[in-house]
Structure formats: structure tokens, C-alpha cells
């Protein structure tokens, strides 16, 4: 299992961290099976496998439920997961002892945090002080997607631009081991990845940050029906998947399945139950 000091040696080396999401223990093992650097069980998993319309809605026990399985589908893998909406903004200690259960619970290797206000900065301290490694999420940060005023780019302005930089600089003096920037202009994105010694993991964030992560369901088109600007699809598993079950109804229909290759036969005709006439 790759640990932060590959990562961190994976920038020094400029080699490109690659990160994809997974959600269940299906998913964890095609993405492990393809050699992904490292696995997300991101809160997107709210829309992607449980139909809801924003992150808003994914609980603790959500993030936990999902975390176990894809820990059980890809156990070489250094795994991350999301804390979930409001579950570390009560008070300090009701957030360590959130982000406690969630990694003690779920096995994995980090949490994975929104935002650069004092507390979450405090909270990253803390954490790594205490052995937890948290990884930051800077530019778009969905949980706040109603204060921010939509899914939109951030940081395409002179404020804006220097307020991420300035929280990415925050989050990694409080010992953040990576940050995901989401939705950021790609010039910001490249200056930023100059900036910090720790890995940026990009989410349309340009070519130039240290790694890329994407959402499984995205890119391989399941399940979605809209995709962002900055997703590529690897393959369509929305129209593979419709037609081979089409095509299950149809020889269900015409008889054509079950074959003789997929059913069982008694050798003893006479062991088989008379029906009265
Ligand atoms: O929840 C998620 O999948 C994420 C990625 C978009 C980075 O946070």
C-alpha cells in the first residue's frame, strides 16, 4: 500500500498521482484491480449511488456504511474518505470525535476535509497531531454549494485567487498531507502545485496540479446524466449497461434464455415428484 511519503515523493519526482472515487465493494475493486494510486470514498457518493440532489444530505453512518465496503473491495489501497456535511463544524471536540469513529470505524488511511476557516485549520492540527492524516479541499467545496451560490468555478478573480492560495498555504502549515482543488482556473491551479511542498490533486483544475482525481460514475458514464466541463468519460456504461439488459428481457421473451449450458438436470427421472392427475 502506497503511504503519504509516496505521495510526497510522487511530487518531488513529478510523477502524477492518480485518484479515482469508489463507494462500494464492486467499485473498490475495479479501481483497485486498474492500480490507482489511491481511492476517494467521496460524499458525491449522495448523488452517485444514492440518487439524493447535493452532498448536503450524506450522514456520518452514510460515509461509514460506504467506507467499510470499499475498504473490504480494496484492502492494498490507501484509502480516503470524506467527512461528511456539518459533521465538523459543531465544536472541536464533537469534530475530532467524528473524524475518530469515521477512520476507526471504516479502516481507512485519511479524511478528507472542505474548506480553510480557523477551525477546520485547527481541526487538521489536531488530528495530524494525533495521528489522523487529513487531506484538504480547496476552490469548489460542494458541502457550501448553497453559501457559494452554486457549482461554479472559484478563484477567477484577484481575491478570490489569492484567498485559495493563502488557505492552501494554511491548511499546509496545519499539516494537511494533500489538497484537492475543485473547479479552479488552471493558471491558479499550476501556481498553487508551485507553492506547496505536499501533493495537489486536481479536480477541474488544469494539467499542472500533482495528480487528478475523478468521480467513478462519471467517468465511466453510470448512472449520470450530466457531466461537468472538466470530465472526460472513459466509456459509456449507461447505454452497455441498458442494452445488455435489454437484451436479458428479450431471450427471457423468446425463450433463448436460460440455455442448456445455464440449467441443471436430475440423472434420476424417477426421483422427480409425480403431480396427480
Ligand atoms: O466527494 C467527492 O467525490 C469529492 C471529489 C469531487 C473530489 O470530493
Known amino acids: 500500500m502506497l503511504t503519504v511519503k509516496d505521495f510526497q515523493q510522487m511530487k518531488e519526482k513529478q510523477e502524477k498521482i492518480s485518484m479515482v472515487t469508489a463507494y462500494d465493494y464492486p467499485s473498490a475493486k475495479q479501481v483497485e484491480a486498474a492500480a ?3 481511492i476517494l470514498v467521496g460524499d458525491s457518493l449522495g448523488m452517485t449511488v444514492l440518487g ?3 452532498t448536503t444530505q450524506v450522514t456520518l453512518n452514510d460515509m461509514s456504511h460506504h467506507a467499510k465496503a470499499v475498504k473490504r473491495g480494496a484492502p492494498n ?3 480516503i474518505v470524506d467527512m461528511p456535511f456539518m459533521s465538523y463544524h459543531a465544536s472541536i ?3 475530532i470525535q467524528n473524524a475518530v469513529t469515521l477512520f476507526q470505524e471504516s479502516d481507512v488511511q485519511a479524511v478528507k476535509i472542505e474548506g480553510a476557516s480557523e477551525e477546520t485549520v485547527e ?3 489536531r488530528l495530524t497531531d494525533g495521528g489522523i492524516p487529513v487531506v484538504g479541499h480547496l476552490g469548489l467545496t460542494p458541502q457550501t454549494f448553497n453559501v457559494l451560490g452554486g457549482y461554479r468555478v472559484q478563484g477567477n478573480d484577484e481575491v478570490t485567487s489569492n484567498q485559495i492560495l493563502e488557505d492552501a498555504r494554511k491548511l499546509e502549515e496545519a499539516g494537511a498531507v494533500m489538497i484537492v482543488f475543485e473547479c479552479i482556473p488552471k493558471e491558479l491551479g499550476a501556481i498553487v502545485s508551485k507553492a506547496l511542498t505536499i501533493p495537489t490533486i486536481g479536480i477541474g483544475a488544469g494539467v499542472n496540479c500533482d495528480g487528478q482525481v475523478l468521480v467513478y460514475h462519471d467517468l465511466l458514464q453510470y448512472g449520470v446524466d450530466r457531466l461537468p466541463k472538466f470530465v472526460k468519460h472513459y466509456t459509456d456504461f449507461n447505454t452497455i449497461g441498458v442494452e445488455a439488459i435489454k437484451h436479458y428481457v428479450a431471450d427471457v421473451k423468446d425463450e433463448s434464455f436460460p440455455a442448456e449450458e445455464h440449467t441443471y438436470t436430475i440423472k434420476n427421472k424417477d426421483f422427480l415428484p409425480k403431480l396427480k392427475k
Open 93 to 95: 471536540e464533537q469534530s
Open 123 to 125: 481541526l487538521i492540527r
Open 52 to 54: 439524493y440532489t447535493s
Open 36 to 38: 490507482a494510486d489511491t
Open 77 to 79: 489501497s490507501f484509502i
